[in-house]
């Protein structure tokens, strides 16, 4: 319960900063329409010219743009503003001032900011979404409900711990950003089943970068393709990812050294 209270407490300081500037609401909405209304034109354009795409169809693909959308404006509206930040004030020592509150610091520093207009994203996604599978009259039963929201919440929690990490380095090194860019540019993949890739390159968005689990599989149990053992390979790595992000957390905080030092 602590922790929802202060989820609660950061997202209401979210929303105030956010509604200052409501121009941004407005910015945000053209934005990401335009990339989405960008992304469903070019899975117009492939199937104006064949059937299916690495056996995908073209309802499968847009459900897949959905999800893509969605799983990018979770990133963008609480893990990655807050990791961000997390780095610069390991960099200007105002980390110190998080670590005397009397909460745990992974906790804080992972929920320190919201850009609450980056919803629209997530609104935006679900809504192709749910109108793919209703248009081409999908039928969504229990089973696939579970196996979604599993593979949904298996992927957040690998997204976040791969974050994590990476900010994380930040106690070593000054620059990471560079190595953040490398995530986003591998994450633009995800538009895309993974299957349609070389195989090193489905290696990496396998394993190296984990797009893969964070919308190819969500979006492989919504259509029914989804096997047990791609849903318990996103569970175990998402329990693995959790145990050595913590791990490494904890070793990069004893490192730290404070601002006073």
């Not at 209270?5 to 945000?28: D, K, P, S, W």
């Not at 469903?40 to 104006?48: G, Q």
């Not at 995908?56 to 404006?73: C, D, H, K, R, S």
């Not at 509206?77 to 610091?105: C, W």
Request: charged share 10%.
């Amino acid at each position: 319960m602590k922790i929802f209270e202060l989820m609660a407490v950061f997202f209401r300081v979210g929303v105030l900063g956010e509604t200052a500037y409501r121009a941004n609401f407005y910015i945000q909405i053209f934005e990401t329409g335009l990339n989405l209304a960008t992304a469903l034109a070019a899975v117009a354009v492939v199937f104006s010219q064949t059937d299916s795409l690495g056996g995908w169809q073209p309802f499968e693909l847009t459900a897949l743009i959905g999800i893509y959308f969605m799983v990018l404006g979770g990133i963008n509206l609480v893990v990655a503003p807050s990791l961000q930040r997390f780095m610069e004030h390991i960099v200007t020592g105002n980390l110190d001032y998080t670590l005397t509150k009397p909460a745990d610091a992974q906790l804080l520093v992972s929920i320190a900011e919201f850009r609450v207009f980056r919803l629209v994203d997530v609104v935006l996604g679900a809504g192709v979404l749910g109108t793919s599978l209703t248009v081409h009259a999908v039928e969504v039963g229990w089973l696939v409900v579970a196996q979604f929201t599993a593979a949904i919440l298996a992927g957040a929690v690998i997204v976040y711990c791969f974050w994590l990490i990476l900010a994380t380095m930040a106690f070593w090194f000054v620059r990471v950003e560079n190595i953040l860019q490398i995530f986003w540019s591998m994450y633009t993949a995800g538009r895309w089943p993974i299957g349609i890739y070389p195989k090193w390159l489905r290696w990496m968005l396998t394993l190296v970068v984990p797009v893969a689990f964070a919308v190819t599989v969500p979006a492989e149990a919504v259509s029914g393709r989804l096997d047990g053992d791609a849903l318990v390979g996103a569970a175990a790595l998402a329990t693995a990812l959790a145990l050595f992000s913590r791990w490494f957390w904890r070793k990069g905080l004893a490192h730290y050294s404070g601002a006073s030092a």
